[in-house]
């Protein structure tokens, strides 16, 4: 990521720099796949610790709340004051919160180690997609789907690594994967430096570029509640398939852990396939279609779930895993062209906020686990999708442009 060969010559349009894009999106990868494994050594904590379903939704909850309500004032305080070694100290608090679970002895401390690990996710997520709006040489939607979908395949990789690794050999081999925090922060130290050397660039650009809003301020604050509500169906109903789909395969068709593992590797890997696609899609046929075929578009096959067999189980969790997944980078970037200028408290609101939903989404359900079972947990949020009807009320931003 040499500086002076990624920039563009004075007066030119600003280049895609892969380079650079593809650093983030690795860095994305192991920050997730790190973080992916609290929610995939669940049935191991929970037989460790004798947890209910509702102190499992906790510790998520502790995990995405932190990260939520951090993440927005992080994007705040550093559209203002852009920190370039921010990358490698959010992966530092990660790495301390990956070795305090793999040691923790009681359910107190797993709380700890879920809120340092949010901690580090709140600093990462801001600053990470200003770098990838900076990389993206104007194409927004498809450096946001580089970016994603790095973070989405780390994500899938979680319960690959937790069934081959954590599962067979016991808590304590979660601090093998204090390599690959280091590795990160290595990779996010490298980008650092590009990231100061471009601040101090175009620091006079970007300032310029946060000019008033041309669109109404009723119209931003109606589009903004929309896209609110769209994440909060997208993400509350795929917190029932991150946190409790392996239990939900366990319980209705008998499987061991390892297989429930595959069939969420699948679910998560699907979810990576389709968040390539929703950003570059978005950036030629406009963001607000994506958003309607990705958040309604899901609705038929989450209907069909909770009454499918064990094949067509995992058939159709792919397929909703794949739909949901385009509907992030059209979102974000459609909240970021709403409000100009304001790329850190835009992203830090959406990506908290969606971490929030998880979260609680990921305690409440484990609460209804608890009373009524895991496969009624499949009833209710079948209907989440149906949300996307709000679709309606948002702008048509390119025919504005």
Same mark, same amino acid.
């Given at each position: ?93 990660? /790495? &301390?919160?990956?070795? $305090? #679970? ?9 709380? @700890? !180690? *879920? ?105 931003? /604050? &109606?589009?903004?509640? $929309? #896209? ?9 109903? @795929? !917190? *029932? ?161």
């Amino acid at each position: 990521m040499n500086t002076a060969t990624a920039r563009a010559p004075a007066g030119a349009a600003d280049p895609t720099r892969f380079r650079v894009l593809g650093a983030i999106s690795f860095a994305h990868f192991l920050n997730d796949m790190i973080q992916s494994l609290i929610l995939s050594i669940y049935p191991l904590l929970k037989g460790s610790f004798a947890l209910s379903f509702t102190q499992i939704g906790l510790i998520t909850l502790t995990y995405q709340i932190t990260a939520s309500l951090l993440q927005p004032l992080v994007g705040a305080y550093t559209d203002k004051h852009p920190k370039s070694w921010s990358l490698a100290l959010g992966m530092g608090f990660t /790495l &301390v919160g990956l070795l $305090v #679970l793999a040691f923790a002895p009681s359910f107190g401390v797993l709380l @700890l !180690a *879920s809120a340092l690990v949010g901690t580090g996710s709140s600093i990462f997520h801001p600053e990470s997609s200003r770098v990838a709006r900076m990389a993206s040489g104007g194409r927004h939607g498809l450096a946001q789907s580089i970016f994603q979908v790095g973070g989405n395949a780390g994500s899938a990789m979680g319960p690959l690594l937790a069934a081959w690794i954590v599962m067979p050999h016991g808590q304590h081999s979660v601090s093998v994967f204090s390599l690959a925090a280091l590795l990160a922060i290595g990779v996010l130290w490298q980008i650092g430096r590009w990231y100061r050397a471009e601040l101090q660039h175009h620091g006079r650009k970007a300032r310029a570029q946060a000019a008033a809003n041309p669109l109404p301020r009723r119209t931003v /604050l &109606v589009s903004m509640a $929309v #896209l609110m509500l769209l994440i909060f169906s997208k993400y509350f109903y @795929l !917190a *029932s398939l991150q946190s409790y789909y392996t239990f939900y395969l366990i319980e209705k068709f008998q499987l061991p852990v390892e297989a429930a593992q595959l069939h969420l590797f699948a679910f998560l890997f699907a979810v990576a396939a389709g968040t390539v696609l929703g950003g570059p899609i978005g950036d030629r046929i406009g963001r607000k279609r994506v958003i309607w075929f990705s958040i309604l578009g899901a609705a038929p096959f989450t209907l069909a779930l909770p009454h499918a067999n064990l094949m067509w189980t995992g058939i159709l969790s792919v397929i909703i895993g794949f739909v949901l997944a385009s509907a992030f980078s059209a979102i974000l970037v459609f909240a970021q062209e709403l409000i100009p200028g304001k790329v850190g408290m835009v992203s830090g609101l959406f990506f908290g906020f969606a971490f929030g939903m998880g979260g609680l989404g990921a305690a409440v359900l484990g609460k209804v686990a608890d009373v009524r079972g895991v496969a009624f947990v499949y009833d209710i949020c079948a209907y989440l999708p149906l949300i996307g009807l709000l679709t309606v009320f948002l702008p048509d931003l390119r025919r504005r442009r």
